[in-house]
């Protein structure tokens, strides 16, 4: 039973990782092969105020959470304005010197032999009440004047901007709250696990995370819980394979994306309006 408890509070954990990578990626276009590095800094400098200073638990993920923030709008100003793919190289380099400099940091994170003493004060009714309340966030964005903006610039920035829209502004936005989200994650995934090293925060755990928000749909939200749920849940359920685990793993994902190239529930979300639809669909098969 235990085992289980712990397979779904680390999903719930992703699930806010990844409902933050759903705002840059899927709402605004942005590809960040970074991301797990502000998770790396939500973890390291929560820890290193809770473990080394003794300060409390939320006055210390508050500050993790300002300081991976400030970090990501100095990351981010010379970067959200690039082309896409210039976006994922930058932020691919900028994890990579993340994790080198904590490993190189061994004095204050114990570099790579990683950072202990975690008290583990995430429970999954914890984790399971924040990674809702960051979905309601997310969900709300979305229908928010800059989750509309988002949507737009996505589709055409150039359009965007003739209708007087703040490209960079708006990009902006869209790149920090997903920072802060992310390093949610990882101050709870440390608090979970109660031990970090830099190589959990590597560029693979990023790209995961986008996989997982375009799995379930290239716009749904709804699709991107549900994602989550399938992709974390799947390795656990298939463990009896052993070594062939994570092949079978990288079929399912591969004929999801060959035979559904927008995602498990395209731009469908679960509203009174997406339910209203999906029986209008079934009654117009019906008919016809």
Do not use: H
Not at 75 to 97: C, H, K, M, Q
Not at 221 to 241: C, D, I, K, N, Q
């Amino acid at each position: 039973m235990q085992f289980y408890i712990s397979v779904i509070t680390q999903t719930m954990i992703t699930l806010i990782a990844v409902a933050g990578v759903y705002v840059l990626s899927n709402l605004t276009g942005m590809f960040s092969l970074g991301q797990a590095a502000f998770m790396a800094i939500g973890a390291y400098t929560s820890g290193i105020f809770v473990v080394k200073l003794g300060w409390p638990f939320i006055p210390s993920a508050i500050i993790a959470i300002l300081v991976s923030v400030v970090i990501g709008f100095i990351v981010g100003l010379p970067t959200v304005n690039l082309r896409r793919d210039y976006i994922s190289l930058v932020t691919l380099g900028f994890g990579e010197a993340m994790a080198a400099l904590l490993n190189q940091m061994s004095w204050l994170t114990g570099g790579a032999s990683g950072f202990s003493g975690f008290p583990k004060l995430i429970t999954l009714p914890i984790a399971a009440s924040v990674a809702a309340v960051s979905v309601i966030l997310v969900a709300f964005f979305k229908k928010s004047k800059y989750g509309r903006q988002c949507i737009a610039l996505k589709g055409d920035e150039l359009a965007a901007k003739a209708m007087g829209i703040n490209v960079a502004r708006v990009k902006m936005i869209a790149f920090l709250f997903s920072v802060g989200l992310v390093s949610l994650s990882g101050i709870m995934y440390a608090f979970v696990i109660t031990y970090v090293d830099p190589s959990l925060f590597g560029w693979r755990k990023s790209a995961e995370w986008v996989i997982m928000a375009f799995f379930g749909g290239v716009n749904s939200l709804t699709g991107s819980v549900l994602s989550v749920v399938v992709l974390t849940a799947l390795p656990e359920v298939l463990r009896f394979l052993s070594d062939y685990r994570m092949v079978f793993y990288a079929i399912v994902v591969l004929l999801i994306i060959n035979f559904k190239p927008d995602g498990l529930l395209g731009t469908w979300e679960l509203t009174p309006k997406g339910v209203k639809s999906l029986f209008k669909e079934k009654e117009d098969t019906k008919c016809s």
